[in-house]
């Protein structure tokens, strides 16, 4: 914490403090995957005083006092994006915290001391270039501006608070890293046989959570469960005649599968896919679809993941690869 001798400005008010930190005290510095999505907490404190040196609660007077977050180097402010769904450019400091984890993996926090007082402002910083960045803040109050990044402010202090976060590029698995089960499942289908099959990211035997995936193959997008594949009259072996294949989407509670309601039950960060196999072919109108179904797979971490399900009508089986 840097503390500055309370001078009058403007108003009567002085500036007390000036403090930027991440949540734990002792903790200079944090990465995140430059994607444009995963972010970090950064606090900012803020004291101000009257001329009797009594606290002048800030947050009930917001016309008195603006706070952004600024390059330390430079002066120069980070944007100030509100994410909406779409990887925000350069490095961006939002209001608002996203639904994505916010520690890199196997990342551990160490307890610290000595930390800031009060109620901090938030900023949630992400990036989507690669790099490092030392980040302080600027403060204006009532017209007199002050940063933290080691210039001259208008009452002579020189505040020394700072954070650095850097940016890694996002990692890319090999398609083997990521599971790929299936299973038959159990019931009464009047001769019809379903397989499901699980999807989840496993590196080095720790799981990243999968989120939603996406595609527009097939003029589709995700949200709504998709047919991917539909082979027709299979007549190159007796058994299966034909199979369907449909991915469902995330948060749906059943699919519907060559005429019948199948219940989504998947482990948390995982997707499911669905295969259907009549016990004879019936001729259907609909498209033969065969191609390679191309989606992309959303982490937790906001990492994108290329995939893609290979149709092998030789063994009746959707073969998980790289897209």
Known sequence: MSAIQA?????????SQL???????????????????????????????????????????PDLIST????????EPLARDAYNGHPLPGWNSSFIENRYTHEMPGFVQSPGGGGSAGTPMEFWVS??????????????????????????????????????ITADRSPAYSHDQFTWKSQKLLGSFKGYNFFKYDLG?????????LLEW?????GES???????????LILSHPVPRSFTGVMASVGVKTVDLIGQHLPVDCADGE??????????YKYSPEEVRLEPFKFIVLDEFGNTHQLMLVIDIESSEFLLRRG
């Open 19 to 61: 403090d930027v930190r991440f949540e734990v005290p002792g903790i200079e510095s944090k990465r995140v995957f430059a994607n444009g999505r995963m972010q970090v907490r950064v606090w900012v404190f803020v004291e101000a005083v009257d001329e009797s040196g009594a606290p002048v609660p800030l947050a009930y007077f």
């Open 271 to 280: 997707l499911v896919a669905f295969k259907g196999v009549p016990p004879v």
């Open 201 to 209: 990211l496993y590196p080095g035997g720790r799981q990243v959570r």
């Open 127 to 164: 990036s989507s270039v690669e790099g490092q960045l030392q980040i302080a803040a600027e403060v204006t109050i009532q017209g007199q501006v002050y940063r933290s990044n080691k210039t001259i402010n208008p009452n002579g202090s020189r505040i020394n608070r700072s954070v650095v």
């Open 68 to 75: 952004r977050l600024i390059r330390y180097h430079d002066a």
């Open 7 to 15: 001078m009058p400005i403007q108003g009567g008010i002085s500036l």
């Open 214 to 218: 996406k595609t527009s193959q097939y």
């Open 222 to 232: 995700g949200i709504r469960p998709v047919k991917f594949c539909y082979t027709g």
